[in-house]
């Protein structure tokens, strides 16, 4: 049996897990200088693969490691990734949502039970010390709570007054809602279609965000959506300016981590 079988049951149940210390400091300090010297004077830059200082991140033997366990053999790598140097609220959008294609529950491919959805998104964090911050989840939304999400969504379409109060925001965000506080070298692994949010936070607040999985329907309409569906999606595509797209193909390759591009 996998070391990580219980991991993996939790992943499926709940929709997310969180590795606690899962980088230590050697790799922490190795992290937040790839950020430092990548970022320049950017809060966020996207996609990782533009970045080539980042691959080693992508590949990351534990990392990857782990997402075997939980995914199978055959995982491939997902192209909508970030690393983020946010330095206040005000670059946060802390907004409930899903990142897979199909947001509202029930409704489209993702949600089609033939094939269980398994595109995973990795947030690893590292902010500073004393600084509260994480991930917001309602647990189990990717599998049922379709009424909380319904209700979210309407409230704030159409009662955006009540979605803004303080109140409203409490009961979602704390009775509802769970927020993961995390540490320095934390990796939260989430399911995409689980819903969450970035927790606001005071001072600066770094993290990196990866997404992974195999070569099923799920990636591939993942894949669709955030290269070519997206009004923005010139922002997840990689920039043969920035970089040599097919040396980044041909290191996806040797990783096993490949899956081919969408065609239009
Ligand atoms: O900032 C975070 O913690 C979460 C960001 C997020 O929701 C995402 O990258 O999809
Ligand atoms: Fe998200």
């Not at 990782?48 to 366990?69: A, H």
Request: hydrophobic residues 35%.
């Amino acid at each position: 049996m996998d070391a990580n079988q219980g991991l993996k049951k939790k992943l499926y149940k709940e929709g997310f897990i969180v590795l606690k210390k899962f980088f230590n400091e050697e790799e922490i300090k190795n992290l937040i200088e790839l950020q430092n010297i990548n970022h320049l004077n950017k809060n966020i830059i996207r996609p990782l693969g533009n970045y080539p200082e980042y691959w080693n991140l992508i590949s990351n033997n534990k990392l990857l490691k782990i997402l075997r366990d939980l995914l199978g053999d055959q995982i491939v790598f997902l192209h909508n990734s970030h690393s983020v140097i946010q330095k206040s609220d005000i670059e946060i959008d802390s907004n409930w949502h899903r990142d897979n294609v199909s947001r509202v529950y029930g409704n489209g491919p993702d949600w089609d039970k033939k094939t269980d959805y398994n595109v995973l998104r990795v947030a690893i964090y590292f902010p500073e010390k004393n600084n509260k911050t994480g991930l917001g989840v309602i647990p189990r939304t990717h599998i049922g709570k379709g009424y909380i999400c319904n209700f979210l969504r309407r409230t704030r379409t159409e009662f955006k007054r009540i979605y803004h109060s303080k109140y409203f925001k409490f009961i979602i965000n704390n009775i509802l809602g769970k927020n993961i506080y995390v540490e320095q070298g934390d990796c939260v692994i989430f399911l995409a279609n689980l819903y969450h949010r970035s927790l606001p936070t005071k001072g600066i607040r770094r993290a990196i965000f990866l997404s992974y999985g195999v070569n099923n329907t799920h990636a591939k309409n993942f894949l669709v959506y955030y290269l070519i569906q997206r009004d923005d999606s010139n922002e997840f595509k990689l920039n043969k300016e920035k970089v040599d797209t097919e040396n980044f193909k041909k290191f996806l390759k040797n990783q096993d981590l490949y899956i081919n591009f969408p065609q239009i």
